[in-house]
């Protein structure tokens, strides 16, 4: 079992910055492919960012290209989004996930939600104009 604790959101304005973490406990993270959600009320849950096991390969979604990044540092088993110039559009409950998928490459990462196993609880980022 992973657990997955995110911290970093809040309230800011569009043009600002925000670092999110997600602190995993139970098992180290450079074993699993991860990624970052988020939801916005009446809205399904979207792909944000996804980062592979070990050799780095990352996956984003148009709108954030360019302007957030998401890493691992694994000395503190933690995933990190990096997020600059942010909109209002980005304004939504962010997730931290993890896929526990086995006999995989290091370079996998699923681009289907229902594939990850562990969840954290969701942070909340609002982003004024």
């Known amino acids: 079992q992973v657990q997955l604790v995110e911290s970093g959101g809040g309230l800011v304005q569009a043009g600002d910055s925000l670092r999110l973490s997600c602190a995993a406990s139970?098992?180290?993270?450079?074993?699993?492919?991860m990624g970052w959600f988020r939801q916005t009320p009446g809205k399904d849950r979207e792909i944000v960012a996804l980062?592979?096991?070990?050799?780095?390969?990352?996956y984003y979604r148009d709108s954030v290209k360019g302007r957030f990044t998401i890493s691992r540092d694994n000395a503190k088993n933690t995933l990190v989004l990096q997020m600059n110039s942010l909109k209002p559009e980005d304004t939504a409950v962010y997730y931290c996930?993890?896929?526990?998928?086995?006999?995989?490459?290091?370079?996998?990462?699923?681009?289907?939600?229902?594939?990850?196993?562990?969840w954290g609880q969701g942070i909340q980022v609002t982003v004024s104009s």
């Open positions: 996930a993890a896929d526990k998928v086995l006999f995989e490459s290091d370079s996998y990462y699923s681009k289907r939600i229902n594939d990850y196993d562990y």
């Open positions: 139970g098992r180290t993270i450079s074993n699993y492919p």
């Open positions: 980062i592979s096991r070990r050799l780095g390969s990352t």
